[in-house]
């Protein structure tokens, strides 16, 4: 599976796509992507938790809303994205 990154939290990791191994839910995708890249935990987290205006989709959809957030099983070929706020017109 990889993770898409968009704008700034792109730019903060120096790349928009980066693969993951060995996760068996979106919660454990995203602490390797952490892990790779710490220098996106300060925005992206909150105390621990997602923050409220950062985007999280798997699959194209929100997890917290069409499964169980964190806890969603993911698969090998998934593809997980994360935007941060966007704005502009």
Known sequence: MHWRLFATLAETAGEDRV??????TVGDALNALLATHPA????????????EHVRLLHEGE???????GL???VSTNDELALFPPVSGG
């Open 19 to 24: 693969p993951v191994e060995d996760a068996e």
């Open 40 to 51: 996106l935990e300060d925005e992206v987290l909150a105390d621990g938790d997602l923050v």
């Open 62 to 68: 929100d997890p917290f809303a069409a499964g169980d």
């Open 71 to 73: 806890d969603t099983p």
